[in-house]
């Protein structure tokens, strides 16, 4: 049957095949959306098991039905077109993946997650890691479970990292983070050894409801389309997409801090004009998909730190900045603001750490995940070692869980593995900005005049529209001409610290 | 297999079956609550698909897969309890009507609903019912062949009305209908031949905010719990639910009429308060649905105009009034606001109608529904025979389509059928509400003094906890000792706009 069908009949099948997994997997993500902005608290229970239903539901038809053949059938066809060939090959792969994978346990990780999801968000409020630990370890095993079903060499962190980040390795990590170490250190050790900046016109009042207006102006004008996308507020600033044609952001006000609510509005935004320039004709295929997480983060962080905490960016927004909040700026000159923003200092809050020592916060997270993983360690000696890292690395003291260990959604998540992302984010963010700057000679005139135009079309036109054609390391090379070198981070960051806080 | 399994364990694996396809439908409700109350613009396309594809799920897990046999199985023993007997017979009902609907005809209504719903929206926001019209034909055509697939006997409306309203009829309704005209008619001109009462005093400017805030009040005091619910705003106020702990309501504001918001949120919350008290633990099954729609209705008017319009609910009320609104009702005795609200006036638009005027309303589309069903007018027809009818009926001229057959939602989400059942409810109401005060001694107290929880609990007791136990016919009997009887309503309107205008 398969065999005498046409190439273009199969491609139909399997293309209408995949959209319809996707439909069930994008409900299950408004369903989400929904559960961490506008969902009453006692829906908890019924949503898990509703978001459950549905990612079981999508798992088992991808893996159990006739879509497997398809693939495969199609994996042999020779006339496919390029683009074809790519989606085929990389649901090959998705498939093979999820195969390994029983629908019950999919189900039962599902509602791991929503159930360790409702113990963070309470034992955050009650400032008590004891309430998420029970769930936490619940969490784990599977995770661990999880890595055992997907099969690694080395590392079963391995297994993991390849859900987000195919193809990377401890290996690669460990590399990457050895490198980084020494020489973040020794720019940390002379900026420690200047005076400080001033950053306290940021720890203000400022209305909240200001605050909001004057995020949702900065996302327009990085060119978010609203009518493609909204934002509201959640515990936990986010980025979601149900198509290319509907993005959700997220952000979080705090009245006392204006920084938190912008940079988290700019970061998110990042995230969102990703998601707004994946190939909507290949709604629910690999190629209508992102790259790979650090890809998504190198957007992000691009925006938030190499343009939004840029000089040339507050040239021309801090005009905006005086408008909305005459009161605490109107005599502030923008070289101030520009040094204050970026005001390096060991803090407890990864969210809200400097670019230099969020690889620290990230470097610990990930240290911990490979313990956890081994079994070396529970869930009850994490506020310990939480504890003693931020010693160690930051040389700062936790206060309470809240401000350690309990700071992020993403192990509640079953997120085991991502945050690394998160520093290959900043890594290949400055790699791809300085690409950028080489081939638009008027980019940074143009953002100091306010003018992000044309480095939205060049990510758009390197990046976002090949989806998931390219992974992490081959997109690199095609865009910069080379692998991913921490050198042009440590430039950046040289360069831009040592005017900031003078020193050589 | 099925044949040696205990009926406890036949009766485990239906429940998990249905619950099942609750957690798909409930998904997909949540993606409606969004695509009327957050969805950007451009979502609108996949959004239907997405919608469709659960709806089409759903649907073919309900009819094609095992349940059908779990169902018939269940139905045959003799061994289980009341409750579970009730959910079987219910279910193989649903079961077999399910079946005469092929998933692809499903999935084809899902989608044609969308689009006419996008298609409304744009023929309001021009005002013009042209954009509207290829799409409805589309619907109306879609229904015809739903009625022909469900079968009926006598007219094809009652294929679709039996969708909303176990065992009513045309005939039950065109009798009920022609009973109510002429003594409805006899008491409007009654009271067409008094002086008129003003109601001014709701066409002020109200501040927006404000009356959110009120509104909000208003519904907690009447016991609708925020902890499993909440409160958005759309274009066309509506109430949802995605488990008897996650009721969504919204409303609508108009800034210089109070009246809008006032009593859509008093509707809209009877509504949720009906689905708050569906019983918890029968998720899924049918004993945790509504009655019927005519029963959903009883409880929305019941709220709204039983209590929500009557002197002593604002006896207590026009204190809080006075608190949010001080500028437009300190200087308003209670009996003139009281007047003033229930002010009868032939008007265009159907929500904003009297109690009484409202019955021709209903009549007018029921007739026209009709006519569209056996083929005897096409939706090009629709706004000559609206506009004629509104001369007939209320003696008023159509000024343009968006006050006119523009006004509703529901044909866009082809809800024919549906209309009837509001009267229905009001009817109910009336006679619920006076079963009520003769089992309630202090209830009328208890209004006066800003007190429903009698009332509340009697309803939850007499109605809400029972689900689709039974129909409305059958629930009307077993609370009032009798059948639906008009004369409850007419007596109740009779005495109440007797006093207001004063007549005998």
């Known amino acids: 049957m398969v065999n005498k069908t046409s190439s273009t009949g199969l491609y139909r099948k399997y293309k209408a095949s995949l959209q319809k997994i996707a439909d069930i997997k994008y409900a299950a993500a408004v369903l989400q959306w929904d559960q961490e902005t506008y969902m009453p608290v006692k829906s908890a229970q019924t949503r898990a098991r509703q978001i459950a239903t549905l990612a079981e539901m999508a798992h088992s038809l991808f893996t159990a039905g006739e879509t497997g053949k398809l693939i495969e059938a199609l994996y042999d066809r020779d006339d496919l077109k390029d683009d074809e060939k790519n989606n085929i090959e990389l649901s090959l792969y998705d498939y093979k993946k999820a195969k390994k994978l029983p629908s019950l346990f999919v189900r039962q990780l599902s509602e791991i997650t929503s159930q360790s999801y409702q113990s963070w968000i309470e034992a955050r409020k009650a400032n008590s890691f004891d309430l998420f630990e029970k769930d936490l370890d619940l969490m784990i095993e599977l995770k661990r479970q999880e890595a055992t079903l997907l099969g690694y060499e080395g590392h079963p962190y391995n297994a993991l990292l390849n859900e987000y980040e195919r193809g990377s390795t401890v290996a690669f990590l460990d590399k990457t983070f050895d490198s980084l170490r020494q020489p973040l250190r020794g720019l940390l050790d002379k900026i420690y050894h200047r005076p400080k900046v001033d950053d306290t016109f940021l720890h203000q009042y400022f209305d909240p409801k200001e605050q909001w207006d004057f995020g949702m102006e ?35 006000i705090d009245k006392n801090n204006l920084g938190n609510m912008t940079w988290s509005c700019i970061h998110e935004a990042g995230h969102g004009l990703y998601e707004q320039g994946l190939p909507e004709k290949e709604y629910g295929l690999p190629l209508g998909e992102y790259a790979s997480l650090s890809i998504h983060e190198s957007q992000s962080r691009l925006w938030e730190n190499n343009v939004g905490r840029s000089e040339d960016f507050w040239q021309h927004h801090t005009a905006s900045l005086k408008k909305w909040f005459p009161v605490q700026f109107q005599h502030l000159p923008t070289r101030d603001f520009y040094k204050g923003i970026n005001k390096v200092q060991p803090t407890l809050i990864r969210t809200e750490a400097d670019e230099l020592t969020y690889h620290f916060h990230i470097i610990i997270r990930y240290e911990l995940e490979k313990l956890l993983l081994e079994g070396l360690l529970k869930a009850k000696d994490i506020p310990a070692y939480w504890n003693e890292q931020y010693q160690n690395y930051l040389g700062i003291k936790v206060m309470d869980d809240k401000h350690g260990c309990l700071q992020d959604v993403h192990w509640s998540h079953g997120s085991f593995g991502y945050f690394p992302t998160y520093s290959l984010g900043s890594l290949y963010a400055a790699q791809f900005f300085n690409a950028a700057k080489k081939q638009i ?24 529209c090949h989806g998931r054609k390219f992974s992490a390391t081959q997109l690199c090379e095609h865009i910069t001409g080379e692998a991913l070198d921490i050198r042009y981070f440590l430039d950046y960051a040289g360069k831009k610290y040592s005017d900031i806080y003078k020193f050589d």
């Open 218 to 252: 900065l996302i327009k004008q990085l060119g978010f389309d609203f009518e493609a996308g909204r934002q509201d507020v959640s515990e936990h600033p986010f980025t979601t997409n149900f198509s290319s044609n509907d993005v959700r952001l997220t952000t979080r």
């Open 441 to 464: 000679p008027l980019l940074e005139q143009e953002i100091k005049s306010g003018n992000t135009s044309s480095l939205l079309k060049w990510l758009r036109t390197n990046i976002h």
